[in-house]
T-cell receptor, first 115, second 121 residues
């Protein structure tokens, strides 16, 4: 799996937007960009994933650079419940063949949200 | 469906004892994964199943670890002769696989359970 680089930690104020960056310069053409987050004392939670185009869902937006070597997870209005560790993961689509099953997690970015 | 269930939530055991954890995935998911997570680290992949077949095992999974998914539904992870280094959170996740491609893209995300925290004393 392609390696990712994320800041160790970031801080935000409540109700402000948060932009969480991820560098993945060795991404291959068929790799997807996945984001998961882990709240304290819980298992990771799927946030969003994409391939080339920007993606939006009810939780967040994913902005993917044109060369696909970096991406940014955007939380439009941070809340205290968004305080978590955010993981950026590069992997073939999880619905691919039998060898594509696993996601490899790094250390992620610890997001702190201030009231 | 209430998501991925793991049992027990916490387990304290003495070194040298055997422990077994159970995971019940989302019923329509045919892939099931086990991960281990220590404090301050991201989850580390251990093994995964598609239906009842165990398709990949990490080198982290020593001979003392064994996982099964006998009927392609729930799974168990057993650790024999536990060591203090086995203390960690053990996470289970499930997902859809290739043959269910007709599902919307976001449905392929992993759903994790809340984990079993193992403490070996």
């Amino acid at each position: 799996d392609a390696k990712t680089t994320q800041p160790n930690s970031m801080e935000s104020n409540e109700e402000e937007p948060v932009h969480l960056p991820c560098n993945h310069s060795t991404i291959s053409g068929t790799d997807y960009i996945h984001w998961y987050r882990q709240l304290p004392s819980q298992g990771p939670e799927y946030v969003i994933h994409g391939l080339t185009s920007n993606v939006n869902n009810r939780m967040a937006s994913l902005a993917i650079a044109e060369d696909r070597k970096s991406s940014t997870l955007i939380l439009h209005r941070a809340t205290l419940r968004d305080a978590a560790v955010y993981y950026c993961i590069i992997s073939p689509h999880p619905a691919g063949g039998t060898s594509y099953g696993k996601l490899t997690f790094g250390q992620g970015t610890i997001l702190t949200v201030h009231p | 469906d209430t998501g991925v269930s793991q049992d027990p939530r916490h387990k304290i055991t003495k070194r040298g004892q055997n422990v077994t954890f159970r995971c019940d995935p989302i019923s329509e998911h045919n892939r099931l994964y086990w991960y281990r997570q220590t404090l301050g680290q991201g989850p580390e992949f251990l093994t995964y199943f598609q239906n009842e077949a165990q398709l990949e095992k990490s080198r982290l999974l020593s001979d003392r670890f064994s996982a099964e998914r006998p009927k392609g539904s729930f799974s168990t992870l057993e650790i024999q002769r536990t060591e203090q280094g086995d203390s960690a959170m053990y996470l289970c996740a499930s997902s859809l696989a290739a043959r269910q491609r007709e599902a919307p893209l976001h449905n392929y995300g992993y759903t994790f359970g809340s984990g079993t925290r193992l403490t070996v004393v």
